[in-house]
């Protein structure tokens, strides 16, 4: 089998944890040179250190994307201890659902929202795009969501911020057509993720699964205190209820171990059982 992973220099943002760090362990293991982003340093260095443990390559960098002359850093110091960078993850992200009414709570967060969201995401393809254009090919991954695709209830921030990225992502491939390749990533909700913890009010998550509300109630109530049917948490079966982490991240694996001219361009991945209804 063709491997198209081993050598590639990789940039992740959002490292110290969740998708990232999942992404950054498995390529890693297959050779990738790997560099971890993360505005907590802490987190991305443990990361690297248990990538480098294990035999691979991998060094982490303190970085606020919202911040393009970090993000432009973050690339430098790619180059500089690989020699090039192949693959753009942008994948640093906070999700503060709440209604419109919550404002008086929400607002601070969905200023954050905006700027991690979508500057991030937009610095990072900036801070990519000269030395991939002097190259003359790279990747750029954008981590989107479902939100993006719709807007509901309780998501008019969070939604806005995935649906600029879809918009960004889309532009960027456009314009660089035959430089560099562009994969958008749509996950549905992944419950034992992090991202869950920046949620500002968890009934606005009704907008999202709708009629399926009370059933997700009870699932995320079930797993909590472990309760919930082993069996719907079981990926061989078809009524699989909550997507783990993992599957995320070997979509995003799927899409970087692809030749040169295939360009993965947009994914979506869900439970066959969710609850979602966009």
């Not at 110290?16 to 293991?29: D, E």
């Not at 601070?108 to 937009?122: Q, S």
């Amino acid at each position: 089998m063709t491997d198209h992973i081993t050598g590639k220099s990789i940039v992740i943002t959002g490292a110290g944890g969740g998708f990232g760090s999942l992404v950054a362990r498995k390529v890693a293991a297959r050779g990738a040179k790997v560099t971890l982003g993360d505005i907590n340093l802490d987190a991305a260095e443990a990361v690297a250190a248990d990538i480098r443990a294990a035999g691979g390559q991998a060094q982490a960098v303190l970085v606020d994307v919202t911040r393009l002359a970090q993000v432009k850093a973050l690339i430098a110091a790619a180059l500089s201890a690989y020699g090039s960078v192949e693959v753009m993850l942008n994948n640093a992200g906070i999700m503060p659902l709440a209604f419109i009414a919550d404002h008086e709570a929400a607002y601070d967060a969905w200023e954050r929202c905006i700027d991690i969201n979508i500057k991030g995401v937009l610095n990072g393809m900036v801070a990519a795009h000269d030395p991939m254009i002097a190259a003359g090919q790279g990747h750029v991954i954008n981590v989107s969501s479902i939100y993006g695709n719709f807007p509901v209830t309780g998501a008019a921030v969070y939604g806005a911020s995935k649906s600029a990225v879809n918009f960004l992502s889309e532009s960027f491939r456009v314009e660089t057509r035959g430089k560099i390749k562009v994969t958008i990533v749509k996950p549905t909700g992944v419950p034992s993720t992090g991202l869950s913890g920046t949620v500002i009010n968890p009934a606005a998550g009704i907008g999202i699964v709708a009629q399926n509300m009370p059933e997700f109630g009870a699932m995320v109530a079930g797993m909590q205190d472990g309760t919930f049917p082993a069996e719907r948490l079981d990926p061989a079966n078809i009524d699989y209820a909550s997507l783990a982490p993992e599957h995320i991240a070997d979509a995003i694996v799927y899409a970087i171990d692809q030749p040169w001219g295939v360009s993965i361009g947009d994914i979506t991945v869900r439970g066959a059982g969710d609850h979602f209804i966009l």
